[in-house]
């Protein structure tokens, strides 16, 4: 049995920069958009964002820029191709 290396996920959001991501946060939105920012915190910045509703079929809005928080963040899609 060999162990597996578990890439650090700041890391891995890093080498996410500018494409495409999906974020479903804690109250059951996603948001899809192009990865601007993370910090340490996993704080992320998205363009070009939008707002799906937790059914994840239609839009609910469509943004510029979004800034959300780390502590709020379920998980994160990165290269997402909204199919």
């Known amino acids: 049995m060999g162990i597996t290396k578990v890439d650090n996920p700041f890391r891995t959001l890093k080498t996410a920069m500018n494409k495409n991501v999906l974020v479903k946060v804690k109250d059951g939105y996603e948001y899809v958009g192009k990865l601007v920012m993370v910090d340490l915190t996993m704080n992320v910045v998205l ?37």
Not at 52 to 67: M, N, Q, R
């Open 47 to 83: 363009n070009e964002c939008m707002e799906f509703s937790d059914d994840g079929k239609s839009p609910i809005a469509k943004y510029g820029t979004v800034f959300i928080r780390g502590s709020q963040i379920l998980y994160i899609a990165i290269d997402y191709s909204g199919g």
